[in-house]
C-alpha cells in the first residue's frame, strides 16, 4: 500500500465564543472509500479514501456542547494497493469500517498533513493549539 495522492477540498475555522475552560479533542474519520481508475497503474489498484480531520473546542463548563469552536479539514488519500488489499478495503468499508492493519499508517499520514494547517488556523483564530508545547523559559544571559 502506497499513498500517491493527497488532497484538500474543504478547511475551516469556527470561532464562536471565547472559552475560559475547555477540553480539546482531535478527531480522524473517514467518510467514504471508492475505487478510483488511473490509467497509469498496470497490476495494481487505486482507492480513494475520504476522511475528515476536526480539531473541536468544547466548553468544559457547559455540557450541552452548545458552544464550540472547530476546525474542520475535509480531504482525501489516493491509495495504490494490490487486488486483495482493494478487495479488503472495499469489503470493510460496507460496515463503514478501514482494515484495522491498515488504519495507524493512514491516521498518521493525515495527522501530519492536517496537524500543519491547523496550528496555522488556531494561530489565526487566536486558539490554543491542539499540540501541546512545552514552555521554554529563557535563560539568564550574564
Not at 82 to 99: A, G
Amino acid at each position: 500500500m502506497k499513498i500517491i495522492g493527497f488532497n484538500l477540498e474543504h478547511i475551516s475555522g469556527k470561532k464562536s465564543a471565547e472559552l475560559k475552560r475547555y477540553n480539546i479533542n482531535t478527531d480522524v474519520t473517514f467518510n467514504s472509500v471508492e475505487k478510483s481508475k488511473l490509467d497509469i497503474l498496470k497490476e495494481e489498484e487505486a482507492l480513494k479514501l475520504g476522511f475528515k480531520f476536526a480539531v473541536t473546542y468544547l466548553d468544559a463548563d457547559n455540557k450541552s456542547n452548545e458552544n464550540k469552536n472547530e476546525i474542520s479539514i475535509l480531504g482525501s488519500l489516493v491509495l495504490m494497493v494490490d487486488k486483495e488489499v482493494s478487495k479488503e478495503f472495499l469489503k470493510s468499508w460496507k460496515d463503514k469500517q478501514i482494515p484495522k492493519d491498515k488504519m495507524i499508517p493512514l491516521y498518521n499520514f493525515i495527522l501530519k498533513k492536517c496537524s500543519v494547517r491547523a496550528l496555522q488556523l488556531e494561530e489565526d483564530l487566536n486558539l490554543q493549539p491542539h499540540i501541546p508545547f512545552p514552555q521554554v523559559k529563557p535563560q539568564n544571559q550574564k
